[in-house]
């Protein structure tokens, strides 16, 4: 039984450091780059293995596997263990670890400059952005919300100014600064119903419907829960 699972970790391990291997061999084409780099769901199984395995004194095989993964991160270029790290710091937070995740952010943050991919520093901003908000520290979120808005703007970044714009959003509302929260929650909605993006659409009228709520504007905050929920059901998700 015991060899059996050592088989199977140092499988999963095996492939995390396939693909980085794989990232090795096409580090002249950063977009080529970006799709190779292990997907959060990849990380998310590999690195429990290795944080059971890391745990475990007794297992030469598996502390071996998490040595040759870091050695292999290490030979990549700045940019791609930028990108690596992003993923890495995505996955520590789905798995709740909000404070090993931010560290995580700031070292890919320091890898490279705006110049060289703002559509990735952007992202790294809103996932520093969301980081701390999970810990209720709502002033820096919001300024690195605010970051990833400009930049995402200046470059013409759609996916990464939605995720923006949703975070300033559900700040102001913490802070219970409601215009400023509707202001965020429409500007989003209005770009989700450009794109026609029907679960985008949802969300925001969720959204803009608590804030209403919340300032006792009944009405408005009925409408909206209402066309939400209506979206929803049009996407098949049944509450």
């Given at each position: 039984?015991?060899t059996?699972?050592?088989?199977?970790?140092?499988?999963?391990?095996?492939?995390?450091?396939?693909?980085?291997?794989?990232?090795?061999?096409?580090?002249?084409?950063?977009?080529?780059?970006?799709?190779?780099?292990?997907?959060?769901?990849?990380?998310?199984?590999?690195?429990?293995?290795?944080?059971?395995?890391?745990s475990?004194?007794?297992d030469s095989?598996?502390?071996?596997?998490?040595?040759?993964f870091?050695?292999?991160?290490?030979?990549?270029?700045?940019?791609?263990?930028?990108?690596?790290?992003n993923?890495?710091?995505?996955?520590?937070?789905?798995?709740?670890d909000?404070?090993?995740?931010?560290?995580?952010?700031?070292?890919?943050e320091?890898?490279?400059?705006?110049g060289?991919n703002?559509?990735?520093?952007?992202?790294?901003?809103?996932?520093?952005?969301?980081?701390?908000?999970?810990?209720?520290?709502?002033?820096?979120?919001?300024?690195y919300?605010?970051?990833?808005?400009?930049?995402?703007?200046?470059?013409?970044?759609?996916?990464?100014?939605?995720?923006?714009?949703?975070?300033?959003?559900?700040?102001?509302?913490?802070?219970?600064?409601?215009?400023?929260?509707?202001?965020?929650?429409?500007?989003g909605?209005?770009?989700?119903q450009?794109?026609?993006?029907?679960?985008g659409?949802?969300i925001?009228?969720?959204?803009?419907?608590?804030?209403?709520?919340?300032?006792?504007?009944?009405d408005?905050?009925?409408?909206?829960?209402?066309?939400?929920?209506?979206?929803?059901?049009?996407?098949?998700?049944?509450?």
């Amino acid at each position: 039984m015991g060899t059996t699972m050592a088989r199977v970790t140092l499988v999963s391990i095996g492939l995390i450091i396939f693909l980085v291997g794989t990232v090795l061999s096409n580090n002249d084409k950063d977009s080529t780059v970006t799709a190779l780099v292990p997907s959060v769901e990849e990380f998310e199984k590999a690195m429990k293995e290795i944080s059971r395995l890391s745990s475990n004194n007794g297992d030469s095989a598996g502390l071996k596997a998490l040595k040759d993964f870091n050695a292999r991160v290490t030979d990549l270029s700045p940019l791609q263990q930028a990108i690596l790290l992003n993923k890495k710091a995505v996955m520590l937070r789905r798995l709740g670890d909000y404070t090993r995740s931010i560290p995580v952010l700031f070292e890919a943050e320091a890898k490279f400059n705006e110049g060289q991919n703002p559509q990735l520093l952007a992202k790294i901003y809103n996932n520093l952005g969301v980081g701390h908000r999970r810990i209720d520290k709502y002033a820096e979120a919001l300024k690195y919300h605010l970051n990833a808005l400009d930049l995402a703007k200046k470059h013409q970044d759609q996916r990464s100014e939605l995720i923006a714009l949703n975070g300033i959003g559900n700040i102001y509302l913490a802070f219970k600064e409601y215009d400023k929260s509707l202001s965020y929650f429409k500007e989003g909605l209005a770009a989700e119903q450009k794109l026609k993006n029907l679960r985008g659409e949802a969300i925001n009228m969720n959204n803009i419907g608590i804030v209403y709520d919340e300032q006792g504007v009944l009405d408005s905050a009925l409408f909206y829960y209402n066309a939400s929920l209506a979206l929803n059901q049009e996407l098949g998700n049944n509450f």
